[in-house]
């Protein structure tokens, strides 16, 4: 199972009462980051307990043509505070879309991409923020924006045995997120998280590779295996991957290749079970001598163990 981690927690903390009653509440022992509507909520341009009129489909509301941008945004908040952010979305919208030169149309297209993820409706979500980066490229909250983006790529991932389309846009949105962002209050969350999706795509590529040796696909499962090595070699799957590049080489036997890959596994992790296993294969079949010349273990041999890069 893919393991989350929480956010950091939202910058200058909000004063609103519902911030102190979700904080104690089980929602933030979930995985899911709350606290980014927490955050949302504390970067509002309007601030103060302002009641919702009603739900978006009451009688008694008023169209919301009728009401000025404000009443609107703040009936938005309302909304958002009290658990219902499909409604508080659409408000969001609703600000933008009527009033698209008014003081809080802005905040109100960031806030509906924290509403929206809210609601689970992360398409909506990255739509958003994408918007919001898009109109206001240099603005202050634009980190905010790519957070959110990159977490709604993040709550999708599934597990290895699935497709990972939703990982590998999560690095990427990550990956933007550190790179633009080097020191906002976001990016060393966004580290983990980044680290997380790494050894999530090498575990998919662990999964294939198994299916592959273990289906007697050994050139398949040789390909798979040597991307982690080199590709993914500070994950926690680069271990395996070396014992079963021994297992795949030697089925082929091909006893250069597996020593050699062996070489680098016990030279890197002499304490590992794995380490453990690839010995026991290789002195199980009286296997001695020399490493080939040319082959792609041998270079990794001299580079890692040896030094030699030349």
Same mark, same amino acid.
């Given at each position: 199972m893919f393991i989350r981690r929480p956010p950091p927690s939202p910058r200058g903390g909000a004063t609103d009462d519902w911030v102190t009653r979700m904080s104690d509440s089980s929602l933030f022992r979930f995985t899911r980051p709350a606290?980014?509507?927490?955050?949302?909520?504390?970067?509002?341009?309007?601030?103060?307990?302002?009641? /919702?009129?009603?739900?978006?489909?009451?009688?008694?509301? /008023?169209?919301t043509e009728s009401r000025n941008p404000e009443e609107i945004f703040a009936d938005a908040r309302g909304n958002l505070r009290e658990g219902k952010p499909k409604t508080a979305a659409f408000l969001f919208d609703e =600000?933008?879309?009527?009033?698209?030169?008014? +003081?809080?149309?802005?905040?109100?297209?960031?806030?509906?991409? =924290?509403a929206s993820y809210e609601a689970k409706e992360y398409d909506k979500a990255v739509t958003a923020a994408e918007r919001f980066i898009g109109f206001y490229p240099s603005d202050?909250?634009?980190?905010?924006?790519?957070?959110? %983006?990159?977490?709604?790529y993040y709550e999708q991932i599934v597990d290895v045995g699935r497709?990972?389309?939703m990982t590998i846009q999560a690095r990427q949105a990550l990956d933007e997120l550190i790179a633009r962002h080097p020191d906002s209050e976001y990016t060393k969350d966004a580290i983990i998280k980044r680290d997380l999706t790494i050894d999530q795509i090498a575990g998919k590529e662990m999964a294939v590779g198994r299916y592959y040796l273990k289906s007697g696909q050994y %050139?398949?499962?040789?390909?798979?295996?040597?991307?982690?090595a080199k590709d993914y070699d500070t994950t926690s799957h680069v271990e395996e991957a070396l014992?079963?590049?021994?297992?795949?080489?030697l089925a082929l036997g091909l006893i250069d290749e597996a020593k050699s890959a062996a070489a680098v596994l016990g030279f890197n992790y002499p304490g590992s079970e794995w380490y453990e296993a690839s010995y026991a294969l290789l002195t199980g079949q009286n296997l001695t001598g020399g490493l080939s010349q +040319?082959?792609?273990?041998?270079?990794?041999?001299?580079?890692?163990?040896?030094? +030699?890069?030349?």
């Open positions: 606290l980014l509507v927490a955050l949302a909520l504390s970067l509002g341009a309007c601030s103060g307990n302002v009641p /919702s009129i009603g739900g978006l489909f009451s009688e008694d509301e /008023s169209p =600000v933008e879309r009527l009033y698209p030169y008014s +003081d809080v149309a802005k905040e109100s297209m960031l806030m509906s991409s =924290v202050d909250q634009t980190a905010y924006a790519r957070y959110i %983006i990159a977490q709604s497709d990972q389309g %050139i398949g499962a040789i390909n798979r295996f040597q991307t982690v014992h079963r590049l021994v297992e795949a080489n +040319d082959s792609w273990y041998k270079r990794m041999y001299r580079q890692v163990i040896l030094g +030699d890069w030349l």
